[in-house]
């Protein structure tokens, strides 16, 4: 079968190709977001097969499975490796028109040069092939890395995370800058008032701060925030269904607080309180420091109680939520604006019809002050497939400056997910290249090529502030 996944994949004009080929192509991957496993970095590890690499952890794989009707012991359970393969490759032709099919031809295609499409009839030529590859230490994971022309990327780390793993990359002079984000999710956790309580503990002990009070509590938090800047950390990172911006006193803070640690449950109310106020202080230490937030909008997780008690977080049974966002996210930025302690901003939104909500929302506290400082996120999860993320751009186009946007990111736990990148891309050059040909922009090339320069690697290096080696 002729190979589909040609050099001009997803490329419908010309302009397109040529944009794509002479400027897109050739420009490095700043991944500034993403959910490696920092440990398997600094150790280099090889996987011991393709199934390791590419099926461990995905719950994107593994909704794909369910859907076309495997039982779960080939998804999460006691399967071998070979097996849960070979049902993986029995899904993968009932996935044309997913992103699932397109990424996994692209990973094959560019780790392994497999030309092959996937399927029951392939998968144990596959399977042996990339695998025996694997072995080899050009398959470690640093070499993955390079193989793509990954210059930089940014983990997902909690405050009381060591960074030894860190340290140990560095110190080992990996030429790929691998740095810290700080993802302080679990310090406003309260709906596990005992999780929560060991979570204290355990930044105490970390912060070696004696935690009696809220007082306390925000100096062991900036103690560790201070670390992770040392440690090179410019980003931080916030999941949440919708911004908080309930109004409260630092009297009512002060006491949820003082109930928490004495084990005594706080109503939704001072829930949403307390959250407000953490998630202030959080974007108060992100301004003083020059760092930029960001806000991961409207996931609806672990709808499915039943598989979350059998199989835990992150497993594949989250979905897109409806929850109301322009009004309490004008709420929470408009109170960080009004002292001018605004930080840079990026807001990833999974819900497409508030794609021009967040398109507008961000314009309101563009201040002149940073390029872009306000960013609408690329198309995040659900939503970072062609459709998505042609909508994502058209809203930012519309509505604000796609020049300055700082573009795609993994938000991976794969080292075969960066032709992720690629797919971006190609699907970027070829608005654009559709653009030119219907005469709605100037088929200017230095102007385009500079453009998809930007958006691929430039902007966002110039956004954080940090120089690549």
Known sequence: MKDFMTEDFLLQTETAKALYHEHAEKMPIFDYHCHLPISQIADDIQFENLTQVWLYGDHYKWRAMRTNGIDERYCTGDASDKEKFLKWAKTVPYCLRNPLYHWTHLELKRYFGVKKLLDPETADEIYSRCSEMLNSPEFST????????????????????????????????????????????????????????EYIDALAECSNIDIKDYGSYLEAIRKRHDFFHDAGCRLSDHGIEAAYAEDHTQKEIKGIFNKIRADKSIDKNEQLKFKSAMMLEFALM????????????????????????????????DSIGDFEQARPLAKFLNKLNSQNKLAKTIIYNLNPADNEVIA????????????????????????????????????????????????????????????????????????????????????????????????CFNNVCEYLGIVIK
Request: with cysteine.
């Open 142 to 197: 640093r070499n993955l890395m390079r193989k793509i022309n990954v210059t930089a990327i940014c983990t997902t780390d909690d405050p009381i995370d060591t960074l030894e793993y860190h340290k140990k990359i560095k110190e080992d002079n990996f030429e790929i800058q691998v740095l810290p984000a700080w993802r302080p999710d679990k310090a406003v956790a309260t709906e596990d008032i005992n999780a929560l309580n």
């Open 286 to 317: 992100d301004h003083e420091k020059g760092w930029a937030q960001q806000l991961h909008l409207g996931a609806l997780r672990n709808n499915n109680t039943r598989m979350l008690k059998k199989l835990g977080l992150d497993t594949g049974f």
């Open 360 to 455: 507008t929302m961000i314009g309101n506290f563009q201040d002149g002050s940073v390029p872009g400082k306000m960013q609408f996120g690329s198309g995040w999860w659900f939503l970072d497939q062609k459709d998505g993320m042609e909508k994502q751009m058209a809203a930012l186009s519309s509505l604000g400056l796609l020049n300055r946007f700082i573009g795609m990111l993994t938000d991976s736990r794969s080292f075969l997910s960066y032709p992720r990148h690629e797919y971006f891309r190609r699907i970027l050059c070829n608005l654009l290249g559709n653009d030119v040909e219907n005469g709605e922009i100037p088929n200017d090339m230095e102007l385009l090529g500079q453009m998809v320069e930007n958006i």
